[in-house]
């Protein structure tokens, strides 16, 4: 079984096959393409299906080279999309890349997408196939999880029967193909065989090291690793809270601590998205036994769900002095992806910002240049508005004239939640500037 796959991996013969074509499986299922071996990528929506056959890439924002990509591996008919899980019958590779969320509530994995995942390609697995998760899972989610709806559904059994490797992504928005390219992977395997087999074939795609693990030892890197800048963007927005009530400027203090051998302090902001750093820390400590109590990570959790509703104080302030009652107020939220030249709006901060001003009252219009439905003009959206808040650090509000922009806006309250402007030039412009950590 091991000589037969790993000859068809060294011969690039292997079919491989992606579950979930989201920000994580695209770009993977397309360099695996573009590396020669023939690759299906499985997607439950048969519209994007249909776009990802016609060698049109379903994500939009900046992001370099996955367009052409996707055009010349589907072109060249090394790759292609369906929406069927037979096509996992005659796979000698099958990467699972489906999102793993948590409850809002209880903090716990909601694991409804991967295990429909691992129940119909149960049904469907073969003997003699490497089955790799990409996706980021809680420590012991392999064992626990994993393994068990496989065995139970293909009636297989692993490392007798199929191979079971945990290899989380490494993947940011704007950075696809780049950080699946250079950044390193820790490859995890049910045996040893498996991870030997798994870091063969990564090395086809993967220019930088590949560190052979167990499964637990992956998991907890891959978790680990998010939770750890979770924690340091909540110092870095509690300095921040800090330096406003002293009447300091964070990041002037930021640019002076770092100057000190061994210190990183982080970008303190309007809040923390994405698909990986708001759930990550729960992931990784949701297994825990009783007798570990975690302390720091829900308190990190607190201080960066909490930026957000700060942005709402920074307003609420702000319009007040300028003789403005947030309830009559007409805002403009500028940015509602969760990051810079993306259409990624999982966990936006902007969402909660958004929804907590209508709650208060206020009159709120969006704009996003790279989300659907919010990319409308931009003068447009700020016509007459009694304040402007810039969410998200787009290169299109980077560039915008602050002068051009007052002339536009009913009052010049701006609250910048990214630090995208000086006080100084904003002040020049005529605004009256608010920004995160600045006192």
């Known amino acids: 079984m091991k000589d037969d796959l790993l000859r068809a991996i060294e011969d690039k013969a292997a079919k491989v096959v992606v579950l979930g074509l989201g920000y994580v499986g695209l770009p993977v299922a397309c360099l695996f393409a573009e590396a020669g071996f023939p690759v299906v990528g499985i997607r ?8 990802i056959n016609q060698g049109v890439c379903p994500i939009e924002g900046k992001e370099p080279g996955l367009a052409e990509l996707v055009a010349r591996v589907v072109s060249e008919g090394r790759f292609r999309a369906t929406i069927e899980y037979e096509a ?12 793993t969320p948590v409850n809002p509530v209880t903090k716990k994995p909601d694991y409804e997408a991967l295990r429909g995942a691992l129940t119909d390609l149960g049904r469907n697995l073969s003997r003699g196939t490497m089955v790799v998760i990409e996706s980021t899972i809680a420590p012991g989610t392999m064992e626990r999880v994993v ?14 029967d199929f191979y079971l490797v945990n290899c989380p992504e490494r993947v940011m928005p704007g950075k696809l193909l780049a950080n699946i390219r250079e950044c390193h992977r820790v490859v995890g395997g049910m045996s040893p065989e498996a991870t030997g087999l798994a870091v063969k074939l990564y090395q086809y ?12 030892t992956a998991e907890l890197v891959k978790t680990m ?22 009447g300091a400027d964070v990041w002037q203090v930021r ?6 051998p061994y210190r990183n302090m982080h970008l303190p902001g309007a809040g923390v998205g994405g698909h990986c750093i708001p759930k990550d820390p729960w992931l990784l400590i949701a297994n825990a036994g009783d007798g570990f109590e975690p302390r ?20 609420v302030k702000a319009l007040c002095e300028a003789g403005i009652e947030i309830s009559d107020a007409r805002v403009a939220v500028l940015g509602y992806a969760y990051l810079e ?6 966990n936006s901060p902007s969402k909660v910002l958004v929804a907590r001003l209508r709650e208060l009252g206020a009159e709120v219009v969006v704009h996003d240049p790279y989300v659907p439905g919010y990319q409308g003009d931009l003068q447009e959206a700020v016509q007459g508005r009694d304040a402007v808040v810039l969410m998200v650090a787009h290169d299109d509000y980077r560039a915008l004239d602050l002068s051009e922009l007052r002339a536009q806006v009913g009052h010049s309250v701006l609250i910048d939640g990214r630090h995208i402007f000086s006080a100084e030039r904003a002040q020049a412009a005529g605004w009256d500037y608010r920004g995160v950590g600045r006192g």
């Open 205 to 216: 795609v993967v220019q930088a090291d590949l560190d052979p693990v167990d499964c637990l």
């Open 255 to 260: 640019e002076l601590v770092n100057k000190s």
């Open 147 to 160: 393994k068990p709806i496989l065995e139970e559904t293909s009636g297989l059994r692993v490392s007798e």
């Open 296 to 315: 720091v990570i829900p308190t990190a959790r607190a201080v960066n769900d909490g930026m957000p509703l700060h942005m709402i104080d920074l307003t």
């Open 44 to 51: 439950r929506s048969q519209d994007k299906v249909d776009m």
């Open 88 to 99: 996992c019958r005659e796979a000698h590779v099958v990467l699972i890349a489906v999102e």
């Open 225 to 246: 690793e998010n939770a750890y800048r979770d924690v340091q963007i909540a110092f870095a927005n509690e300095m921040a809270l800090l330096c406003e009530d002293l």
């Open 341 to 346: 030249n993306s259409d990624d709006t999982r």
